[in-house]
C-alpha cells in the first residue's frame, strides 16, 4: 500500500480530534502528521503519506498541509467536507474533482493512537518543545527535509516517544 494523500490524512486527523474533544490548530496539526508518520514507518514499515517533512522553527511541517489551512491561522480547524482535490484532465482540458481515497482501518487505528496519546496537550508549543528536543529535527538544517529514513532509525529504539510526552 501507498502513502496516502496528507490532505486525506490531516482530514482524518481533525475529524477525529474533534470528535474526542480535543480539536487542533495548524501548528498541533503539523505536529500530530509528524508523529503519526513516525508511527506508521515503526509499526508498519510504510509511509502514511507522501508529501515531504521539513524543519521549520516550530518543529516538522508538511509544506501541502500548513499551506491548505493556513487560513484558520491559530484558531481550531473545523471538521473538512470530503477533501476533493481539483485536477486538470489532459484530455478535456476540464477541472475536475478527485475524491478523498479512503483511510483503511489500520492506518486509522495507528493515526487515532497517536492523537489520542496527545489529546491533552492544549498548548501546541508544548508538543514543540518535545520535537526539539529529538534528533530527526535537531539534525535537520531549517527549512530542510526531515528524511522518513532518519524517523523511523530514531523512534525505532524509542516508540515510546512517539505517543504522548
Avoid at 511541517?61 to 485536477?87: F, L, S, T, W
Avoid at 501546541?124 to 532509525?153: S, Y
Amino acid at each position: 500500500m501507498l502513502g496516502y494523500n496528507v490532505i486525506d490524512i490531516s482530514s482524518y486527523i481533525i475529524e477525529y480530534s474533534n470528535e474526542i474533544g480535543s480539536p487542533v490548530s495548524n501548528l498541533k496539526l503539523q505536529k500530530l502528521l509528524y508523529y503519526s508518520q513516525a508511527a506508521m514507518l515503526v509499526e508498519l514499515g510504510q509511509k502514511c503519506f507522501d508529501s515531504k517533512i521539513m524543519a521549520w522553527e516550530f518543529g516538522p511541517v508538511v509544506v501541502e498541509a500548513y499551506q491548505h489551512y493556513k487560513e484558520y491561522g491559530r484558531d481550531v480547524i473545523p471538521n473538512q467536507e470530503d477533501c476533493k482535490r481539483m485536477k486538470l484532465d489532459g484530455k478535456t482540458m476540464k477541472i475536475i474533482y478527485e475524491p478523498s481515497k479512503k483511510i483503511d482501518n489500520v492506518t486509522k487505528k495507528i493515526i487515532s493512537k497517536v492523537v489520542d496519546s496527545y489529546s491533552q496537550i492544549r498548548n501546541p508549543f508544548e508538543l514543540v518543545r518535545k520535537i526539539h528536543e529529538e534528533d530527526p529535527w535537531k539534525n535537520t538544517d531549517l527549512n530542510q527535509e526531515i528524511e522518513c529514513d532518519e524517523i523511523r532509525k530514531y523512534y525505532e529504539k524509542q516508540p515510546e516517544k512517539i505517543y504522548g510526552v
